[in-house]
């Protein structure tokens, strides 16, 4: 039977087939699904911040968009991946708070930059979107699925989405 691997915030983790992947509660943070076609090897990023060089602790290389994808790249491949054939989805990257419209600082636009820097760091490993959930103001919980690439989005009181 197919095991549910879970990510948790600041995780990345990488996942055979038959088996799926999850992580919870991504409010600005964003999950990047990636995935081979021809192996169904998937994996899955919970990046927290956009850019490891803005923050003194920062060892924990799946806590960000530029050191965790790439981190997770390399999992991938290790584990029978090819690098050419990756492909993503993404999701998360919310508003998760009111401010007024003349708030537009960098600490308020965090899911927005989150985003920003994943697409950027996918663009630079030439790895294509193929489908994304992003921004808004709520929160989102993802499945991946390793046996058909199916990433379904989960929100309270929204309909199932599947990407």
Excluded at 16 to 41: E, F, H, Q, R
Excluded at 95 to 101: E, I, K, T, V
Excluded at 138 to 143: I, K, S
Aim: hydrophobic residues 40%; aromatic residues 4%.
């Amino acid at each position: 039977m197919a095991e549910m691997i879970k990510v948790g915030m600041a995780d990345l983790k990488v996942c055979p087939p038959p088996n799926s992947i999850t992580t919870l509660g991504l409010g600005s943070c964003v999950g990047i699904a990636l995935y081979d076609p021809v192996t169904k090897i998937a994996g899955l990023a919970h990046v927290m911040l956009p850019d490891s060089t803005q923050i003194r602790n920062n060892e924990n290389k799946a806590k960000f968009a530029d050191t965790g994808i790439v981190e997770l790249v390399n999992k991938m491949v290790i584990s029978g991946a090819n690098k050419r054939r990756l492909v993503a989805k993404i999701a998360g990257g919310a508003q998760m708070f009111a401010f007024s419209s003349s708030s537009k600082s960098d600490m308020v636009r965090v899911g927005e930059r989150n985003v920003e820097a994943t697409k950027k760091v996918l663009k630079s490993l030439n790895i294509r979107i193929l489908a994304e959930d992003t921004g808004l103001n709520y929160g989102r919980t993802v499945e991946f699925y390793s046996e058909t690439g199916d990433f379904v989005i989960k929100s309270v009181g929204k309909p199932i989405k599947t990407l």
